[in-house]
């Protein structure tokens, strides 16, 4: 079997209803399939105010809004509609990118027809309780996270470091890497736009710290603002750019009186952005890999983030940025201190970050994944079908 024989059914928690990296990624991943010739059918609940167009063929799931976050959706079932779909389309393997209602039921659908899954992993749900007061759940959400996992035949996880605290975790054994790319054609330190800044306030000659990302509170806004607090306290010069919307912008616009928001921004706009700021301030523990931040590198940015694994794969250390400890606001802001005093080592890290984006190519990393397809569709047939064991990693 060939790449262009394939026929991929992938499931996903939002395909397109809110922009995220997660999707994005998703919608490359369809994008590379269809232009090798495979044909792809994505199974997303969806709304009637899309923030993009799809790509690909989009099958909708029954779902309601996730109260308190009603511009999310939560699947219910699967319904048998859209099993009579499946049963049609008779996919080769099933991808899961979320493991909700939908994506447990599309588990067992395959594994009751003998059909191979892959299990991608995008963001860290265990830790979302932590900013919402319930932190106490975080083990019932490993355990359940472990159950859901074992039960496929392998997981793709976008970092080394991911992958590390995946296995520790002890969620599977076959555990590969999809990265993610950047698109350099926006994301370049060409973009840079002093003209742009200047309209905000923001002179040439000031350090701008970026935040870029939703504007939720697992992202660490808490940390974000406290550490603006902090370097007002040392007196040290900054301004800061704010690119994103999202339900916490009235807690952070409070927090961070000094920023200026811009909105959420996309395509040559977004790029403009990225590139005209002066560091990114990255204090997320949520992602399983920092998309922004990579997006800065690629705009000749620095990036101060936290040594989680949204980062910790990306950032070298004292080279193209710093990685602080988690929640730590002295030291993020004894980073920034150093960057607004030694401007010079700040740009020679931006440059460095730029050269090591350049090893992000889309159609390689997404080359990766068609293969791990093939390879678990070949290892199935092999075992004549037969369901996978329960993962058993050796030492």
């Known amino acids: ?3 262009s024989d394939l026929r991929v ?32 059918r994505v199974y997303s609940p969806t709304t009637d105010t899309p923030a993009f167009e799809p790509a690909g063929e989009l099958v909708s799931l029954p779902s309601v809004p996730i109260p308190g976050r009603s511009e999310y959706q939560f699947s219910t079932h699967l319904g048998s509609e859209v099993k009579a779909n499946l049963a049609e389309f008779d996919p080769h393997i099933v991808h899961i990118s979320s493991p909700d209602i939908a994506g447990h039921r599309a588990l067992s659908w395959a594994r009751g027809r003998g059909t191979p899954v892959l299990a991608s992993v995008h963001t860290r749900f265990e830790t979302y309780p932590r900013y919402y007061g319930l932190g106490f759940t975080e083990p ?10 074992h039960r496929c035949d392998a997981i793709v996880a976008p970092s080394p470091s991911m992958i590390a605290e995946l296995r520790e975790q002890g969620m599977h054994c076959d555990i590969g890497t999809w990265s993610r790319g950047v698109d350099r054609s926006i994301f370049s330190p060409d973009a840079r736009d002093v003209e742009w800044r200047q309209s905000l306030g923001i002179g040439e000659d000031d350090m701008a710290i970026g935040f870029l990302g939703r504007l939720v509170l697992e992202k660490g806004l808490d940390i974000f603002a406290d550490t603006m607090v902090e370097l007002r306290r040392r007196g040290v010069a900054h301004k800061v750019l704010v690119i994103g919307e999202g339900p916490a912008k009235g807690f952070f616009e409070e ?10 921004q996309q395509g040559k706009g977004l790029g403009r952005a990225v590139a005209s700021m002066d560091v990114l301030l990255n204090p997320s523990v949520t992602e399983t890999f920092g998309n922004v ?13 936290a040594d989680a694994t949204g980062a910790s794969s990306l950032v070298v250390d004292g080279e193209t940025g710093h990685l602080v400890p988690p929640r730590d606001v002295s030291a993020y802001a004894d980073k920034l201190q150093a960057y607004a005093q030694q401007p010079d080592m700040r740009r020679a890290h931006g440059a460095a970050g730029a050269r090591r984006a350049d090893e992000f190519d889309w159609d390689t990393i997404n080359g990766a994944v068609a293969d791990t397809y093939l390879r678990l569709i070949a290892q199935r047939a092999r075992a004549g079908g037969k369901l996978p064991a329960a993962p058993a990693c050796s030492a």
């Open 1 to 3: 079997m060939d790449v």
């Open 9 to 40: 059914a992938l499931f996903s928690g939002n395909y397109n209803y809110v922009r995220d990296g997660a999707n994005q990624a998703l919608n490359r991943l369809v994008d590379y399939l269809l232009r090798q010739g495979a044909k792809v």
């Open 140 to 149: 019932l959400l490993v355990a359940m996270l472990r159950r859901f996992y």
């Open 255 to 264: 927090k961070v009186p000094e920023a200026c928001f811009v909105g959420f």
């Open 293 to 305: 931040t990579l997006e800065a590198m690629a705009c000749g940015v620095p990036v101060i983030a």
